[in-house]
C-alpha cells in the first residue's frame, strides 16, 4: 500500500498539535471511510489518518480567521420556531431577505456545506489528489456540527440558561468517554444524495428540534446530582482538571437515549456521502492512478499557521464553548 502523499512531515505536524477536544470530528471521518466503494477506497483508506488527523482544521481556523465562526454553525432558533419556513433554503434569497450581515452573524453552516460540496466535486474532475484529500478531510468537520443540536441554537453553550459549559460536555465529553466501550458506529454503506442542499438542512432542522432536549436533561440532571459528584478532577497531560465526572456524563447519556451516539452515527454515514456524491457528479474519476504528490510550501505554511494560531491564539468570532 502506498503511503499517503501526505503522511511524513504533515503527520508529525498532526500529532504535535492533537487535542482531546478534538476526538469526536476525527473518529467521524476515520470510519467515514470505511462507508465508501471500492474505487474509492483506494485513495482514502491509505490516507486515513490525514483525514482523521485533518478533520479539526477548521476548528483551528477560527483562531486565525475571523470568518471562520459562521461556517459552523446556524442559530436557526433566530427566525422562528420549528421548521423554520421563515429562512429562505437558497442563500442568496436569504441575504436579499434578512441581509448578509444578519445571515453572516447567525450562521451559514448549510450553505457553506454545499459550497465545500462544489468544491470538492471540482477537486474530482481535476483529478487533484491534495486538494480532494484537505477538502474531504474539512467538509466532513462542517457536515458533522450540522449535526451538533448546540451547533443550531442561539443559546449554543447554556450560556442563556445558566448551563455553560454544555457544549464541550455534549460535543466533546461525552464521546470521550463512552464511544470507544458503547458507541457503534458500523452504519452500512455510502448513498448518493439526490439533493445535497435538502439534505444538509434536513439534518440542520432535526439539530434544531434536539436543542432543547439537550439542554433540558442537563438541567433536570443537574438538580438531582450534587456538585461534587456532578464535577470530577482528572489528570489530563499533567494537569489537574475539572471535568464533567463519569456517573453524570452516563446518565445524561441514558437520559438522552444515546442522542450523542445516533447523530455521530448519521454524521459518519452523511460525511461518506457526500464525499460519494461529489465523486460520481464529478463523474466518477479512477482514483487509483493519481500521482502522490508531495506537499508544496503552501500547503506546509497553512498547517503550520493553522497550528501556531491554534496554540498561541484566541478564538475569533463567537466560541464554541
Known sequence: MKKSLLLGLLICISIKSFCWGFYGHQQINYFAVFLLPPEMMVLFKPNVQFLRDHAVDPDKRRYAVTDEAPRHYIDIDHYGKYPYTEVPRDYKEAVAKFTEDTVVAYGTVP?????????????????????????????????????????????????????????????????????KKEFDFIVGKAQYIKEPGKFIWDRVLESGAAADTVLAKEAQLTNQFPTDRKYAFEDRNGKILRQYSTSFSTAYNNSLNNMVERRMR??????????????????????????AKAL???????????????????QKGREHE
Open 296 to 314: 508544496t510550501e503552501e500547503d506546509i505554511k497553512e498547517f503550520e499557521a493553522l497550528n501556531t494560531a491554534w496554540k498561541n491564539s484566541n
Open 111 to 179: 450553505w457553506w456545506v454545499q459550497i465545500m460540496q462544489q468544491r470538492l466535486t471540482n477537486a474530482f474532475k481535476e483529478k487533484n489528489q491534495t486538494r480532494i484529500l484537505k477538502l474531504s478531510a474539512e467538509i466532513g468537520h462542517y457536515i458533522a456540527d450540522a449535526h451538533v443540536p448546540l451547533h443550531a441554537t442561539r443559546n449554543h453553550d447554556g450560556q442563556l440558561t445558566n448551563q455553560k459549559g454544555i457544549h464541550g460536555f455534549w460535543e466533546s465529553r461525552v464521546p470521550e468517554l463512552l464511544a
Open 266 to 291: 448519521q454524521s459518519i454515514y452523511a460525511v461518506a456521502s457526500f464525499w460519494y456524491t461529489a465523486w460520481v457528479n464529478a463523474g466518477q474519476p479512477d482514483l487509483k492512478n493519481l500521482q
